[in-house]
């Protein structure tokens, strides 16, 4: 069982309301999923959970790597141990240069050892290793000293996401929707981006609602998610289907989840609503 | 009660006599006022000082205001025994002082900074020494040659009395305020520093500063005079802790910003956790001048502080950036006055604070347009960062605006550290302290860059600690 992530029956809520409802799924390194449905289905709750995110609360289930409950782990243990998130919509930090971060961050998660206080990564080592990720990905060289996500645009702030991960190397890394909010080339650059420092290397769980993410990262298993569960896992010929179809015939499939589904979606537009 | 002077020998070189004012060799006599403030103890101050009769008598009326001003209104709440204080210690506050005196917290600070021993022991007030011999010897010299004077300001009253007279008091009279008037009426130490027309410093004064323990004072007395086209950059204090064991600071600092002329005047305190800090701080700026506060407060209890500039004449300028951290039990109720009192002049006010652990900041800023003062321009912004549900913030703006042709922005944030900035932090492998120390650095970047490089690092590692809460 080497880097694999495994989650069982997993349920959890968010401010009292239940969100997901009893998730499976096993992801290991070299492997490549999609994670797809509708709206409000539960899949960036699915990634946050896997990291850790503190708002959400595992109500039954594990989720393990290597064997290894993770329950009881921060985000920071979790991330050490090699797990990854890219955000759909990072926060800004303004004030602190993404490469500053970015050196303490992969300190960090290449010494898992690490006490509080202890040297960095030597900087030469560091900068030549970034220089040469960023040239990799086609950045920059002057963006690693901008403050992270301040001001970067939609296309920046995913490629920044994907430059992270290039440098964290994670075992498992959870990508949520890297594509929204991108135009057809910044789509396809991300895409032969992700299979350049990721695929083979890395675990990969792609949630997406396009098929154009997928181009240079076919999936072996493709996950539909309705309702706050996996209810279909098909091959490559899943996620063609939903791309061409979209979600109709799930929804007919699974009417207990497509309610279920209707009613978490209608409650996050309602709590989007009141938010602003 | 004998009082014993020692007067620095008067030179022909102004600047030449701060050679002979050796804290090594020139024995002070120790003297403490007893407690309490009334007419005979500011006369024992002018006594001890022996000063000319107007600035004996200016104290003496200066006491008269204080005793009839009501408290501030601006600003917190002030819980002082004004009877219950020393108003006037041994000109040089260290020879009665031992090292263990020095409270725990403040000794701990100086190791955790990498401070030298000896260098502690001077910034504590224990002991005062030249910081260094060669660097002192060069920059007197090079003031010198240009015409400079720097000293501090009881020196000046006696060796610079034309000067010192012709602006004492003129940008902040005693009547301005309580606390000024106390000051006016006690003030003992501070700086003096007289830069002569057309000469431009371009290091920061500071080494200077680390010489003079007078300025340690409690009631110090600072007079900036920036001739015509002059340029300096005055560097007070420094990150390294502060403490009085008394329970009242109260610094007045005038600066006259002449023609053409440009200052910045950068200060970073961080006082003990029981002082309160009441500081009247007032630049004025003639004709295309610029003067620049910058600003920075850890530590006391109360701090009142907000630094002001008053632009005279067409063309003047000011920015102050201010900045504030207000740990368990302190409330930094600290900003910014811009005083536009002519046409197209312009300003800016940049003001940060930080509060955790209880603490309480304020942001209190007052932009006032004089009648006739078309043209203007200023603009404020003022952020705010809470660490926790347990601390506040509050921000007080002010506008006072007597004319149409002006442009005055106000944009104000509070925010909450944010859980996302920490999740996102920390699952990119930071822990949850680090990931907070980042997300505070970042929001006082702004105020770091502007700092002398030895200032940012100490000031990033005092921010550090804060942030780890085992200092105050």
């Known amino acids: ?276 | 009660m004998t009082t014993e002077i020692t007067t620095p020998t008067l030179d022909a070189d102004p600047v030449g006599d701060i050679n002979k004012y050796d804290f090594q060799t020139v024995s002070k006599p120790i003297f403490k006022a007893r407690k309490g403030i009334d007419a005979e103890i500011v006369h024992q101050i002018s006594d001890m000082k022996n000063e000319p009769d107007w600035m004996r008598e200016f104290r003496q009326q200066s006491l008269e205001i204080f005793f009839s001003k009501p408290m501030p209104k601006w600003g917190g709440d002030i819980a002082l025994d004004f009877q219950d204080i020393y108003y006037y210690l041994k000109p040089t506050n260290s020879q009665g002082r031992t090292w263990d005196e020095v409270p725990k917290e403040i000794k701990d600070t100086f190791e955790r900074l990498g401070i030298p021993e000896a260098e502690r022991k001077f910034l504590s007030g224990v002991k005062a020494q030249f910081e260094s011999e060669v660097i002192y010897g060069s920059l007197k010299q090079d003031l010198a040659d240009k015409g400079v004077i720097f000293t501090d300001t009881d020196t000046a009253v006696r060796e610079h009395p034309e000067l010192v007279r012709k602006y004492f008091a003129k940008i902040i009279p005693p009547s301005d305020n309580k606390f000024a008037a106390l000051n006016s009426a006690v003030w003992s130490g501070g700086s003096f520093i007289y830069i002569p027309p057309g000469v431009k410093i371009d290091f920061p004064l500071q080494a200077y500063f680390r010489i003079n323990a007078e300025n340690m004072g409690q009631f110090e007395r600072t007079l900036i005079i920036v001739d015509e086209g002059a340029s300096i950059h005055y560097v007070e204090g420094c990150t390294a802790p502060m403490y009085s064991s008394e329970s009242l600071h109260s610094a007045v600092v005038e600066i006259s910003v002449q023609r053409g002329a440009r200052c910045r005047y950068t200060t970073i305190q961080n006082w003990a956790n029981n002082i309160y800090n009441l500081v009247t701080k007032r630049a004025m700026a003639y004709a295309d001048a610029t003067m620049e506060w910058i600003d920075g407060n850890l530590g006391s209890k109360l701090t009142m502080k907000y630094p002001a500039v008053y632009m005279m004449e067409p063309g003047a300028r000011g920015e102050i950036l201010s900045i504030a951290f207000a740990g368990p039990g302190q409330h930094q109720d600290a900003g910014a006055k811009l005083v536009h009192c002519a046409p197209n002049t312009t300003g800016q006010i940049i003001s940060k604070s930080i509060s955790k652990g209880g603490g309480r900041s304020s942001y209190r800023g007052l932009v006032r347009v004089e009648k006739g003062a078309t043209n203007v321009k200023t603009n404020v912004v003022c952020d705010a960062l809470i660490l926790d549900d347990k601390s506040r913030s509050d921000t007080y703006p002010y506008l006072e605006i007597a004319e149409q042709d002006v442009s005055i922005g106000h944009e104000a944030s509070v925010s909450r550290i944010g859980e996302e900035q920490l999740f996102y932090l920390t699952s990119r492998g930071l822990t949850e302290a680090e990931a907070s120390a980042m997300i505070v650095n970042g929001f006082i970047e702004p105020l770091v860059k502007e700092l002398p490089m030895e200032y940012a690092v100490e000031m990033n590692r005092l921010i550090q600690m804060q942030m780890e809460g085992s200092v105050g």
């Open chain 1, 1 to 276: 069982m080497s880097d694999t992530l495994v989650i069982t029956n997993l349920h959890c809520s968010v401010e009292g309301k239940q969100i997901l409802r009893g998730v499976n799924l096993t992801v290991r390194r070299g492997e490549t999923h999609a994670l797809m449905g509708p709206n409000g289905s539960g899949k960036s709750t699915l990634g946050l959970v896997i990291m850790g995110h503190p708002k959400y609360v595992v109500t039954e289930g594990t989720i393990t790597l290597n064997g290894e409950d993770l329950h009881e782990k921060s985000p920071d243990e979790r991330a050490r141990r090699g797990l990854f998130y890219a955000f759909q919509r990072p926060v800004a930090i303004p004030g602190v240069k993404l490469a500053d971060f970015l050196r303490h961050a992969a300190t960090n998660v290449r010494n898992p050892e690490r006490k509080e206080g202890e040297e960095l990564m030597p900087m030469r080592d560091f900068r030549k290793e970034l220089k040469a990720k960023m040239e990799q990905l086609r950045m920059n060289p002057d963006f690693a000293r901008r403050y992270v996500n301040d001001g970067f645009s939609g296309g920046e702030m995913k490629r920044a996401e994907i430059l992270q991960m290039a440098m964290l190397q994670p075992k498992i890394a959870v990508l949520d929707e890297t594509d929204s909010g991108l135009d057809a080339d910044a789509v396809r650059l991300a895409s032969q981006s992700i299979a350049e420092i990721g695929r083979e290397k890395m675990g990969l769980l792609i949630i997406t609602h396009h098929d154009k993410l997928l181009e240079h990262n076919p999936p072996e298993f493709t996950h539909v998610m309705l309702g706050g569960r996996i209810v279909e896992t098909g091959g490559i010929e899943l996620a063609a289907e939903l791309h061409g179809q979209g979600y109709d015939r799930i929804r007919r499939t699974y009417p207990d989840a497509a309610e279920e589904n209707r009613l978490m979606a209608a409650k996050e537009e309602l709590a989007a609503s009141g938010a602003h």
